[in-house]
């Protein structure tokens, strides 16, 4: 084998290990990231679930009837929500509940404030986030919101 040949040789090898370390790299921060993301969303649904429990608490110790403290905490959670910035650029807070066959969403904050939720049936295969909070579970997954996007949630 000529000098040149395995000079082109010995430049495929390094090139290839090259590449193959760069995609390595670049899957693992990619896989760190989404841990993260996937551990700071976990955590936000929970500081949001004390937040509007705290809120619940209180109205309920002033005496309110049940439909006024959900009604007055909505109003609180509406009105604390209502300037976020960076979270509703490229993600979503809502609240779901169960009407029936179907799960209706009366809240939610994104950047764009009148994006009207639709109502799911809940046998659908739509917002399977929401149908498995509806059903008591918790935790973090990839899955269809309402209108079928797949999302983190």
Known sequence: MSDRKRLLVLLGIMTGVAM????????????????????????LARSQVQ????MADHFTGMGMPPDKV?????????????????????????????EGDKIIFPFGVHKS??????SVALDSDFATPMRRALEGKSGTLIGPD?????VMA
Request: net charge negative; aromatic share 8%; glycine share 8%.
């Open 51 to 54: 937040a509007m429990q705290g």
């Open 113 to 118: 404030s009148g994006h009207e939720r639709p």
């Open 20 to 43: 193959a370390v760069a995609v390595l790299s670049i899957w693992l921060l990619y896989q760190a990231a989404f841990t993260e993301k996937r551990s700071q969303l976990s955590h």
């Open 70 to 98: 959900m009604a007055q905490t909505m109003s609180q959670f509406s009105a604390t929500h209502e300037n976020v910035e960076g979270f509703a650029e490229t993600g979503e807070l809502v609240l779901g509940r169960r």
């Open 146 to 150: 309402y209108e079928g996007c797949e």
